[in-house]
């Protein structure tokens, strides 16, 4: 049985402008009989009480052999699966409690993480909860059918080299019965048991089952709908770390118990221990969504200073990072904001560990201050293995981080700490924190990184060496490093101690650098390492030198399309002008070759990994998209339209008009993301820094017309560029935004 997982993150579409007519709906996918779902349910007579929770088993099979691949999913980030369609006969009792949520205007982030599996004609079952759907408001008698599109046929006509179908069940009968005033007390007060809890000390499975029980209560607390239950999961939204904070908004948001949920929250609002949480703060604005996202921050803004100990803490970063996220500075007035960052400056120390390394690295221009820097020097020490697990992820870089914002407050301070750190034996900070220095070279780390270099065993702590050695060394050691990277294996996991290496060899010796670099390619590929097909381009993107070109060029016909792909990618960052006629050659060459064969090259999602042919859909693509957004060159409308006419690979074609999409209009956007590190769009091309994005915008036509999309940039940013395209003879205006 061919299965695969993979990550599907389906985020919303924004749209960049507004249409003049609603579009025509998608039509529904054509029923398929020879895909068999059967529903049923749990319960002795199919019966329910108003209320209670009811999961629906479904059932998926085929007859028919290696024809039909499943979607597992059994949740989706938008908080409700968009795969299946629950019909209840009579309407009348019925209704969806979430209706104005998933509204057909309004927008949500989905996906997750996907398993697919091949049909057979032993059924996959799949649990959900009925009440996700239907909530029933009245006893009765209620026939239930299901229609999903999780299913989908092999079709190598089609994009991805499959279509949706539609398959259908059996009707079942459901027996609602009118509530029971007394089984719900016990329910309640069972659920709520469950969450009142205390967390086991043991964090293995014991862990997972503890928070599986929180869910499952918080479950029957959502679905219950009374009014104490709206109240308890108010009461949970305000516990930090719960877990269940998802169910919550939605329990409260599709209350039957409207006026109590709105009761509830502003109680919580005005009580003086309780926190304003993001969670919290986003089912306030769904609850009163008739008011503006700033009359909703400024309710909270009011009731901060009624805030004490910790929940005057959270609240106050739940409100500067609500500004932050929604990029929006019309949320406060400048005074407020100042005020409020003031503040969280003065209590930094209190925070969690994890929102210290997100403002230390997402936030610094907004936070930076000189009092600070007692604590940024006591980050630097401080041992990642002591943070707690559910900190890690975000804190697991702040030594790092911290010893950056030191020395931007202080470099002559902090060079002291940055050179012991290079010198360690195993440097605790990864090479790109301690490579802040603007030294060219650092000769006094030369032999320390050598002889560390050399006698390092483990792979984390070489990787870093190297990286370091890259950064830092001279010349005068090359002949330890060399006699190092002669004896690196040639299956290394992914090149981390390779690649820097041969970039170091590339700074320091130019001309004697191309026999190692082939040395390495040649290697890697004998061995099948997945390295391989990155390396080239790896290289460049640490150290570019031109003596890469020629190499790359010849492997742009190499058999091994792992590596002619990488080349053909190195080619397109950072290659000369003149190399694009002969990427056009070489796709044109690889696209005579599938010539009226395309078909083949269209792949199911979850069957691609196991095709063979999977590695020439990727050359060609990477062909394609080396073309199309080339840095040494302009591909244009037309050029893109003529890059489309090549072939007829179809996920080619549709690259393509997605390309030619973000062409239309009198004016292209440009997206800056508020992020860090640097990036921003423009058409077709993603670049990493300001330098580039400039290198990329002077090759438009003069009077071209770029707007700003949303604003998301800093302003000195934002005006720096406006400036440099009015010198160029282009324009560039700020796209209006509604409240």
Same mark, same amino acid.
């Given at each position: 049985m061919n299965r695969a997982v993979l990550l599907f993150v389906l985020t919303f579409a924004v749209a960049f402008a507004e249409a003049e007519t609603e579009p025509d709906p998608e039509p529904s996918p054509p029923v398929d009989p020879k895909v068999f779902l059967q529903i049923s349910v749990a319960a002795k007579n199919n019966e329910f009480r108003m209320g209670e929770k009811i999961p629906v088993t479904l059932a998926f099979n085929t007859r028919v052999k290696n024809r039909y691949e499943l979607d597992e999913a059994d949740y989706?980030?938008?908080?409700?699966?968009?795969?299946?369609?629950?019909?209840?006969?009579?309407?009348?009792?019925?209704?969806?409690?979430?209706?104005?949520?998933?509204?057909?205007?309004?927008?949500?982030?989905?996906?997750?993480?996907?398993?697919?599996?091949?049909?057979?004609?032993?059924?996959?079952?799949?649990?959900?909860?009925?009440?996700? &759907?239907?909530?029933?408001?009245?006893?009765?008698?209620?026939?239930?059918?299901?229609? $999903?599109?999780?299913?989908?046929?092999?079709? $190598?006509?089609?994009?991805?080299?499959?279509?949706?179908?539609?398959?259908?069940?059996?009707?079942?009968?459901?027996?609602?019965?009118?509530?029971?005033?007394?089984?719900?007390?016990?329910?309640?007060?069972e659920a709520i048991a469950k969450l009142n809890a205390p967390r086991p000390l043991k964090r293995?499975?014991?862990?997972?089952?503890?928070?599986?029980?929180?869910?499952?209560?918080?479950?029957?607390?959502?679905?219950?709908?009374?009014?104490?239950?709206?109240?308890?999961?108010?009461?949970?939204?305000?516990?930090?770390?719960?877990?269940?904070?998802?169910?919550?908004?939605?329990?409260?948001?599709?209350?039957?118990?409207?006026?109590v949920a709105s009761e509830a929250l502003a109680e919580a609002l005005a009580a003086p221990d309780y926190p304003i949480t993001d969670d919290f703060l986003n089912t306030l604005q769904w609850i009163d969504r008739k008011e503006s996202a700033r009359d909703t921050l400024a309710k909270v803004v009011r009731a901060l200073p009624n805030k004490r100990g910790p929940a005057a803490r959270v609240t106050l970063y739940t409100i500067i990072n609500d500004v932050?996220?929604?990029?929006?500075?019309?949320?406060?007035?400048?005074?407020?904001?100042?005020?409020?960052?003031k503040q969280l400056t003065s209590i930094f120390d209190q925070l969690p560990i994890d929102q210290q390394a997100w403002l230390?690295?997402?936030?610094?221009?907004?936070?930076?201050?000189?009092?600070?820097?007692?604590?940024?020097?006591?980050?630097?020490?401080?041992?990642?293995?002591?943070?707690?697990?559910?900190?890690?992820? &975000?804190?697991?870089?702040?030594?790092?981080?911290?010893?950056?914002?030191?020395?931007?407050?202080?470099?002559?301070?902090?060079?002291?700490?940055?050179?012991?750190?290079?010198?360690?034996?195993?440097?605790?900070?990864?090479?790109?924190?301690?490579?802040?220095?603007?030294?060219?070279?650092?000769?006094?780390?030369?032999?320390?990184?050598?002889?560390?270099?050399?006698?390092?065993?483990?792979?984390?702590i070489s990787s870093n060496l190297a990286a370091l050695i890259e950064r830092y060394a001279t010349k005068a050691i090359l002949p330890q490093v060399l006699r190092k990277l002669d004896h690196t294996k040639a299956d290394d996991p992914a090149c981390e101690i390779v690649t820097p290496i041969l970039?170091?060899?590339?700074?320091?010796?130019?001309?004697?650098?191309?026999?190692?670099?082939?040395?390495?390619?040649?290697?890697?590929?004998?061995?099948? $390492?997945?390295?391989?097909?990155?390396?080239?381009?790896?290289?460049?993107?640490?150290?570019?030198?031109?003596?890469?070109?020629?190499?790359?060029?010849?492997?742009?016909?190499?058999?091994n399309l792992s590596v002619a792909g990488d080349a053909a990618s190195m080619l397109s960052n950072f290659g000369s002008a003149e190399v694009e006629s002969v990427l056009w050659r070489r796709y044109e060459k690889w696209s005579k070759r599938w010539a009226g064969r395309e078909r083949e090259l269209n792949f199911s999602v979850g069957l691609e990994l196991y095709s063979a042919r999977s590695g020439e859909l990727s050359f060609g693509k990477g062909l394609f998209e080396a073309i199309a957004t080339?840095?040494?060159?302009?591909?244009?409308?037309?050029?893109?339209?003529?890059?489309?006419?090549?072939?007829?690979?179809?996920?080619?074609?549709?690259?393509?008009?997605?390309?030619?999409?973000? &062409?239309?209009?009198?004016?292209?956007?440009?997206?800056?993301?508020?992020?860090?590190?640097?990036?921003?769009?423009?058409?077709?091309?993603?670049?990493?820094?300001?330098?580039?994005?400039?290198?990329?915008l002077i090759q438009f036509p003069p009077g071209t017309k770029f707007t700003l999309f949303l604003s998301m940039g800093e302003p000195e940013s934002i005006a720096d560029l406006r400036a440099f395209l009015e010198s160029h003879g282009m324009s560039l205006e700020e796209e209006k935004r509604s409240e």
């Open positions: 989706d980030r938008s908080g409700r699966l968009p795969s299946e369609d629950f019909t209840v006969t009579p309407r009348d009792g019925a209704e969806d409690p979430l209706v104005d949520y998933f509204a057909p205007d309004t927008a949500h982030i989905g996906g997750g993480l996907r398993g697919f599996r091949i049909l057979t004609q032993k059924p996959w079952t799949i649990v959900l909860n009925l009440n996700e &759907w239907v909530r029933f408001t009245k006893p009765g008698e209620y026939k239930l059918t299901v229609s $999903s599109d999780r299913v989908e046929i092999l079709d $190598s006509s089609k994009l991805n080299g499959k279509a949706r179908i539609t398959a259908v069940s059996n009707p079942i009968t459901l027996k609602i019965a009118a509530r029971d005033p007394a089984r719900e007390r016990q329910a309640l007060n293995a499975t014991t862990q997972g089952s503890f928070q599986a029980s929180r869910l499952e209560a918080a479950e029957t607390l959502r679905f219950l709908g009374t009014a104490d239950a709206v109240r308890e999961l108010v009461r949970q939204l305000g516990i930090e770390n719960s877990g269940i904070p998802s169910t919550c908004f939605f329990g409260i948001i599709s209350s039957p118990e409207r006026a932050w996220v929604r990029g929006d500075d019309r949320l406060l007035t400048p005074e407020t904001k100042r005020e409020l960052i230390l690295e997402q936030r610094w221009p907004d936070i930076k201050d000189p009092a600070l820097l007692p604590l940024l020097k006591q980050f630097v020490e401080i041992d990642v293995n002591k943070i707690p697990p559910d900190k890690f992820a &975000w804190a697991q870089d702040l030594p790092g981080v911290a010893l950056r914002r030191w020395f931007e407050l202080d470099p002559a301070g902090a060079r002291p700490a940055v050179i012991a750190e290079i010198s360690r034996a195993q440097p605790r900070i990864k090479a790109r924190e301690l490579s802040l220095l603007p030294d060219e070279t650092l000769p006094e780390v030369d032999q320390a990184l050598a002889d560390h270099f050399t006698a390092a065993e483990d792979y984390s970039a170091y060899i590339l700074r320091v010796d130019p001309a004697g650098a191309l026999p190692h670099v082939e040395k390495s390619i040649v290697k890697r590929r004998k061995k099948g $390492s997945e390295c391989t097909g990155g390396l080239l381009s790896t290289v460049a993107q640490i150290h570019y030198d031109p003596v890469l070109e020629p190499i790359a060029l010849r492997l742009l016909e190499d058999s080339g840095q040494a060159w302009f591909t244009d409308e037309a050029k893109l339209r003529r890059l489309k006419a090549v072939n007829k690979v179809q996920s080619i074609e549709f690259a393509a008009d997605q390309y030619l999409e973000r &062409w239309k209009g009198p004016r292209l956007y440009i997206d800056l993301s508020p992020l860090r590190p640097f990036r921003a769009t423009v058409v077709q091309y993603t670049l990493s820094s300001m330098r580039a994005l400039k290198d990329k």
